[in-house]
Every structure is written in structure tokens, then in C-alpha cells.
């Protein structure tokens, strides 16, 4: 074998064969890991918030009553938007944790926190569609009401890819 | 129905900042595409959602972002057309031992390196909806993508395409957006065929048929183009315009067999006759209204999914850079490495993994892959995106500095060292 050619098999098999061999190891060792509970999709709400003037600090729940809701999720952290309103979170394990604010802003602004309205929700990962059920809750608002919600993911959850 | 008054609107919007950047950027002495690319960002939720809100959502709706998503993805699918038409395989058969090499490690080194990258950030920036295996392999894809016709480009300009330097950049360049594109096919697989009845088996064997029935069949027909062109000097609007459908054609194939539209696209090009003055031909006809009205809207649609305010945070901004460095050392260095053990002296072997690490449009568009299938999330698209703006722009300083005296020639027109210079959407300088 002349000498240039055996450099060439010897490098090679340094810097292509065996990386390609590490290649599988790490997509053998990376199926044990564990990713957050995936929340991302459209979901319908449903809440037992009375309806009013959602304008009133008291009544800005009702913004939320059987709204559509949608979640952009990366890792644990997420985007969520229910019409007018639009905030982010997180998630830890099964818990969810958000905060929305309205886009708008000027039909809330007589409310302490400026509109603001805090959820917190665990989810049932087990189920299909997942489903999730917590509070709702207006923020800087002592007198307002919390108001208990469920909600249920629009599309089935399904895994992207092999194992 | 779109609202045509939007649409029209969004469109001269988009042309004018595009134009505007690209320009500027070239008085930088950067590529117009890293110009168009910006503009793109610019035009998104990063810059102008974030200082004119209310501007923005009435200039981009989210109601009317369907209708120019699908003029975007024409345009990419005629471009992917045409960077298959740019690459020939008998220059890569020219290269020798030396650029095999290189071409292997610049592929296996950034794939690999990613992977492992892919282990600290999966449980982080993706969720369980996502295998991990399509996310390390999508990571290692999106990495090891180098923008072929940006380099050509870049290389074009400095006349540099003759020089060893750039013949083999061109080669590897070549190697690695195949293999990467092949990858990619079988991720985009693996993931479909996850939500459908179709056995992946089945798929994969649907589309090494189709790729026979392109190579064996349908490349004969092709070849019966060249030959006219060669007795008539040029070929009938009839005969441009059949060509045009083979491209949508072979495309649908693709992707109704499971992988994506690009992937039919960019088979038609790759099979096409290579001789210089029938490719050169068919670039005039269609990169024009390509690369100056259709790209930048993809730019503007990338950039309208691009939101940098996702990456939030100490940690978050750290995922970023470790993104950059992972994309960087594999590319840049594996590169060097490799040409440096071929026998290419250290400045060199520098200046081509310099080369090698620029990822320009064809990074977007795997990257849109990418969000479109969820096999990203949004925030690690924006890392993504801000990785290939990075490294693209990079190049040419980095150049500078490694390689001054190959750097220093004048650069040349279009015309050039070659008959015909390879490069597709060359006039918006990418």
C-alpha cells in the first residue's frame, strides 16, 4: 500500500469511522433522557368564570370563559395567547405556571395589575388528548375571585420520530 | 381569499428593505444575501413587532402570513432547483484523496459534535413530543449544511474559484449539502411516518425508486434538452416552461411519498445536464424573478418566525453561544484539521474551514423544515437563525484576516476565470 494512501486509511478511520461510531453511542445514551411534558397546541377552555363586563377588574376572567388557547413551547418555557391576552410561563414536571397580559392594554387598565391574570394548572400527562385543570387568577386584585378551569389539547399528542 | 391590498403591500415592503440591506451590506464587502437575510429579522417580531407593534400586525396579519408563506415556498422550491443545477459531480471526482477527506470530516465532525451538544439541550429547548433521535439528528443536519451557492459566490468574487482553495471549498461544499440533504430526507421520514400508516420502510423504498426513475429515466429526457440547446443555441419558451413542471412535478413526488417539496426540487437540478453553457441558460431564466421577488420574501417569512426575545435570560443566551461554538468548531476546524492532515498549509487549511462554515439561506430553509415538522421549537429556531447570520457574516472578515494575499486579487465580474460561473441566485449575491 503506498505510503499516501496509508496515511489517507489512518486518518480516515480517525476522523470519519470513529466519530461515526460515537455518533451511535450518543443516540443510544440520548433515548434514556427526559424532556418536558409537551404542552405546545391549540387548547379549548373551559371555566366556570361568570360573565360581565370584562372590562371591570372583578369580571376580567370572563375574557378567558371557554376561550381558545394556544401554547408555542420551548423546553420548559412557553408562549401562550388566548385572543387579545398573550403571556409566557413555564413548566416544571406536570405543573404549569403563566402569566397573560392583554395586547391591547386600555380596556384593563383600571385593574391594580394592569390586567394581568396568573394561572396555575397541573397537567394529566397520561391522558389523549392531554388535559389540564388549575386556577385562574386576576393579579393585584385581593378582591377579585379565582376561578377554576380545565382545558383540553386540540391535537393529539403524537411522537415525532423514532425512538 | 387573500386580502390583495396586504399582500401587494407586504410584498414592495419587504423588496424595499431587503434591497436597501443587501446594498448596504455590500458596502461591507458582505454577500447581498447576509443584506436580505437581515432585512428578513428586521422585518419580524425581533425588530419591528418589538419597536411598531400595531405597524407590524397590520402590515404582516397573522390571517394573511399563509398567502406569502406559499409565494415564499415557490420561490425556495426554484431555488433549491437551481442549487442542484450548480453542483456537478464531475468536479467532485477531480478532487482526489485531499478532498474526500475534507468533505467527510466536515460533515462528521460539526454531525457528531452537535449530537452531543443535542444531549444538553434536548431535555432543555425541546419537549417529549419529540424522539430524541430525530432531534440529535436534525441538530447534527442543520450543522453540518454549508451554503454552497453563498460560497460560490463569495469565492466568484474573489476569483478565487480557480485557486485550490476554492476548487476544493466548491467540492466539499458540494458533498456536504447532498449528504446533509439525504439526512435530512430520512429525518423528515422518520418523523412522518411516526403519525402515519405508511410503514417508513415502504417510504424509504418509495424514494430510492423515485430517485432511480430520476437518474435512469427522466435524466435521458433531460439530456435531449441539452442536445438541442446545443444545435439551436437556446430552447423554446415551450420547452423552458416543461421544464419548469418537471421541477413542481418531481417536487409534488417527493412529497407526497412522505419526505418534502425541496427535496423533488433539488434532485431536478442535481440531475440535470451539467454542461456550462446550457446550465448558465437556465440559470438566466429563472434565478432573476427567483432570487430578486420570491427569496425575499422567504427571508421576510423566516424572519416573521424568528423571535429573538424568546431567547431570554442568562442561560438562554448561553445555549446560543454554545450553539455557535458547537457549529464553529465542527465546521471550521474539522475542516481546517482535516486539509491541514491532507497536506494544505495551516493559512489555508484555515481560510477553507472558514469557508466551509458558512451556512447562509440553505440553513433557513432546513431550519423552516425544521419548525415546520416540530422538531424544533421556536426558541431554538432563533438560536438556529442567529448561528447561520452569524457564521455566514463572519466569513468574509475571517477570510480577510487568514488569507489576505488570496483575498487581496481583484475581484471579478460575472464573467470571470470560468466560462460559466456556478451559481445560482447570483444576482442577488448569494
Excluded at chain 2, 119 to 145: E, H, K, Q
Excluded at chain 2, 173 to 179: G, K, L, N, Q, Y
Aim: aromatic letters at 8%; one cysteine or more; proline letters at 5%.
Amino acid at each position: 500500500m503506498p505510503h499516501s494512501n496509508r496515511n489517507f486509511a489512518i486518518a480516515y478511520v480517525f476522523l470519519v469511522a470513529l466519530p461515526i461510531t460515537g455518533l451511535v453511542g450518543v443516540l443510544r445514551s440520548g433515548r434514556n433522557l427526559k424532556a418536558p411534558t409537551s404542552v405546545d397546541g391549540a387548547w379549548k377552555v373551559r371555566t366556570g368564570a361568570a360573565t360581565g363586563d370584562p372590562s371591570s377588574c372583578p369580571s376580567l376572567l370572563a375574557l378567558y370563559a371557554d376561550a381558545p388557547v394556544t401554547i408555542s413551547q420551548s423546553g420548559t418555557n412557553f408562549g401562550i395567547s388566548s385572543g387579545q391576552t398573550g403571556g409566557t410561563g413555564v413548566i416544571e414536571g406536570v405543573r404549569l405556571h403563566a402569566s397573560l397580559r392583554p395586547s391591547g392594554g386600555a380596556p384593563l387598565a383600571n385593574c391594580a395589575g394592569g390586567g394581568s391574570v396568573s394561572l396555575a394548572a397541573t397537567l394529566d400527562a397520561d391522558t389523549n388528548p392531554r388535559v389540564m385543570s388549575g386556577i385562574l387568577s386576576v393579579a393585584g386584585c385581593p378582591s377579585c375571585e379565582s376561578v377554576e378551569f380545565q382545558a383540553v389539547r386540540q391535537n393529539p399528542t403524537q411522537k415525532k420520530g423514532a425512538q | 381569499m387573500p386580502n390583495l391590498f396586504i399582500l401587494v403591500l407586504q410584498i414592495a415592503v419587504v423588496l424595499v428593505i431587503c434591497r436597501v440591506a443587501g446594498t448596504l451590506f455590500q458596502k461591507i464587502h458582505q454577500p447581498r444575501v447576509v443584506g436580505e437575510m437581515f432585512a428578513g429579522i428586521m422585518l419580524g417580531p425581533s425588530l419591528l413587532g418589538w419597536v411598531a407593534p400595531h405597524f407590524s400586525a397590520y402590515l404582516f396579519p397573522a390571517s394573511s402570513l399563509g398567502f406569502l408563506n406559499a409565494l415564499s415556498q415557490v420561490g425556495v422550491i426554484i431555488f433549491m432547483f437551481l442549487v442542484g443545477l450548480g453542483i456537478n459531480p464531475r468536479e467532485l471526482k477531480s478532487q482526489g484523496h485531499a478532498a474526500v477527506l475534507t468533505s467527510h470530516v466536515s460533515i462528521t465532525a460539526p454531525f457528531v459534535l452537535a449530537t452531543f451538544l443535542a444531549l444538553y439541550l434536548y431535555p432543555r429547548l425541546s419537549d417529549n413530543s419529540v424522539a430524541f433521535t430525530s432531534f440529535a439528528l436534525f441538530m447534527g443536519a442543520a450543522m453540518s449544511i454549508t451554503a454552497f451557492p453563498v460560497l460560490e459566490r463569495i469565492l466568484n468574487e474573489r476569483n478565487m474559484l480557480q485557486s485550490r482553495l476554492g476548487t476544493v471549498a466548491i467540492a466539499c461544499a458540494a458533498v456536504d449539502d447532498v449528504t446533509g440533504w439525504c439526512i435530512l430526507a430520512y429525518i423528515v421520514v422518520l418523523i412522518r411516518s411516526a403519525s402515519s400508516e405508511t410503514s417508513i420502510w415502504v417510504t424509504l423504498g418509495g424514494v430510492v425508486l423515485f430517485a432511480l426513475i430520476m437518474i435512469y429515466g427522466v435524466q435521458r429526457l433531460l439530456k435531449r434538452f441539452a442536445t438541442i440547446f446545443e444545435a439551436q443555441g437556446g430552447l423554446s419558451e415551450n420547452i423552458v416552461a416543461f421544464v419548469l413542471i418537471l421541477v413542481l412535478a418531481s417536487a409534488l413526488c417527493t412529497e407526497s411519498l412522505g419526505i418534502h417539496l425541496l427535496f423533488g426540487s433539488f434532485l431536478m437540478g442535481a440531475i440535470m445536464p451539467k454542461k456550462q453553457r446550457f446550465v448558465r441558460y437556465l440559470l438566466d431564466r429563472f434565478e432573476t424573478v427567483t432570487v430578486t421577488l420570491l427569496l425575499p420574501l422567504f427571508f421576510a417569512f423566516t424572519g416573521l418566525r424568528t423571535n429573538i426575545a424568546l431567547v431570554k435570560g442568562s442561560e438562554m443566551w448561553m445555549y446560543c453561544a454554545l450553539i455557535l461554538l458547537v457549529a464553529t468548531a465542527g465546521k471550521l476546524g474539522g475542516s481546517m484539521l482535516a486539509s491541514w492532515i491532507t497536506g494544505m498549509p495551516a493559512r489555508e487549511a484555515a481560510g477553507l474551514g472558514t469557508l466551509m462554515n458558512t451556512r447562509g439561506l440553505m440553513e433557513l430553509v432546513i431550519l423552516n423544515i425544521g419548525l415546520d415538522i416540530k422538531v424544533i421549537s421556536p426558541a431554538l429556531f432563533s438560536m438556529m437563525v442567529m448561528m447561520a447570520l452569524i457564521t455566514t457574516f463572519m466569513t468574509s472578515p475571517v477570510l480577510e484576516l487568514l488569507c489576505p494575499d488570496v483575498m487581496k486579487r481583484k475581484p471579478v465580474q460575472a464573467e470571470g476565470s470560468r466560462d460559466v460561473p456556478l451559481e445560482p441566485a447570483a444576482a442577488a449575491g448569494d
